[in-house]
């Protein structure tokens, strides 16, 4: 997805002991309180939208957590 392009700003690009939510600017947690406003408020695809960067965000959540 198009979200994580924000990973190119880190350095390293991936670092398997690093957390994404919280460290990347599109997986901020002020992100992802406009994700969840705009999967209740928006219509349309851009709730779809909304609602896909939620579980992206859900699964970089799992990701980490679930492995390390």
Wanted: charged content about 15%; some cysteine.
């Amino acid at each position: 997805m198009l979200v994580d392009v924000d990973h190119l700003l880190a350095t390293p690009m991936f670092d398997s002991h690093r957390c994404s939510i919280g460290f990347h600017p599109l997986h901020s947690y002020y992100a992802i309180v406009v994700y969840a406003l705009g999967s209740i408020f928006l219509k349309g695809d851009y709730r779809i939208i909304s609602v896909g960067l939620l579980f992206h965000m859900l699964t970089d959540f799992q990701d980490y957590y679930c492995w390390n």
